[in-house]
């Protein structure tokens, strides 16, 4: 695949949002040549705590760019605030989540940077080994679809359940072969995964909830490829209204997430020394996208 390294891999959406502040504040002009004159950027993100972000703000405020963080806890709310105007960008998504939202939603969301691809995880707080777990044991996956079906491909890789459509992006759990599988799926939101793990023998856990779950990313049973060519679908992105992708102000922010030192090592220590690091051409991450919108239209 063709995206640039700038990181390395060492190891790898209900909830209502929680808002750290109020949604009714105005967006910041779009049009700004120098920053939010006319209010501060308002990103949407999952995970404003942690510690990265605090840098990121500090960054972009050095550069005279004011950023205000609004926090949610559910995946499926910051696409709607971004294009209702309640916020300016986002960044908690892979493309393949993006293009699904704009193809149920006839939206047009664009990718205006990319940040890094993080590995999909099988935890376990009752197994040391993925032998360990039994035949019948149950296995919670996330029930949004972009992430269901890349679980249940994480599954399939792991053998631990066989897909009878070989296993592809919009695998479901109808496709299981339960015959030949030695567990079974539970779904259920995102957020949930990791805090269920009290009550199944493995979980499927989104990157952004490892942490916040008291998990260590080394402590993972199996985890996906991030250097495999699919992964390119799960490149996780700046999105911003499509009127916005030539935006400068937008562009710096992305610029600063990209090149700062101190932004970058965080992201990198927050993932656990999981993730790989990205500065992918936006022209690529735009076919990308497309590719997946029409791949999402085709499935039906």
Request: with cysteine; net charge negative.
């Amino acid at each position: 695949m063709s995206f640039t390294k700038r990181g390395i891999l060492a190891a790898s959406i209900a909830g209502l949002a929680l808002v750290l502040a109020g949604c009714s504040a105005p967006a910041a002009d779009s049009g700004s040549e120098e920053g939010a004159e006319s209010g501060p950027v308002r990103i949407g993100v999952v995970g404003s705590s942690d510690p990265y972000w605090e840098t990121f703000t500090a960054a972009a405020a050095d550069e005279g760019i004011e950023v205000e963080l609004v926090d949610f806890t559910d995946y499926n709310q910051p696409n709607p605030a971004l294009s209702e105007g309640e916020l300016d960008l986002n960044q908690f998504q892979h493309i393949v989540y993006l293009a699904d939202y704009n193809v149920a939603n006839d939206d047009d969301l664009v990718a205006i940077g990319s940040t890094a691809i993080y590995p999909l995880a099988v935890f376990s707080t009752k197994h040391d080994e993925l032998s360990q777990i039994p035949e019948g044991g149950t296995v919670a996956i996330p029930s949004d679809p972009t992430n269901r079906a890349r679980a249940l491909n994480v599954l399939q890789a792991a053998e631990l359940i066989e897909l009878s459509d070989g296993g592809s992006l919009f695998s479901t759990p109808d496709d299981i072969d339960t015959a030949a599988s030695k567990v079974s799926v539970t779904e259920m939101d995102a957020s949930f995964t990791a805090t269920s793990l009290a009550d199944v023998d493995a979980a499927v856990v989104n990157n952004d909830f490892v942490t916040d779950a008291g998990l260590e990313f080394s402590d993972a049973l199996y985890q996906d490829d991030p250097e495999d060519e699919g992964a390119k679908y799960f490149i996780n992105i700046f999105a911003a209204k499509k009127a916005d992708a030539e935006n400068p102000t937008y562009q710096k922010l992305v610029e600063i997430y990209q090149t700062n030192a101190d932004v970058q090592a965080g992201v990198l220590e927050n993932s656990g020394d999981s993730a790989i690091l990205l500065n992918t051409p936006v022209s690529e991450l735009q076919e990308i996208l497309t590719d997946s919108e029409a791949q999402v239209r085709d499935n039906g």
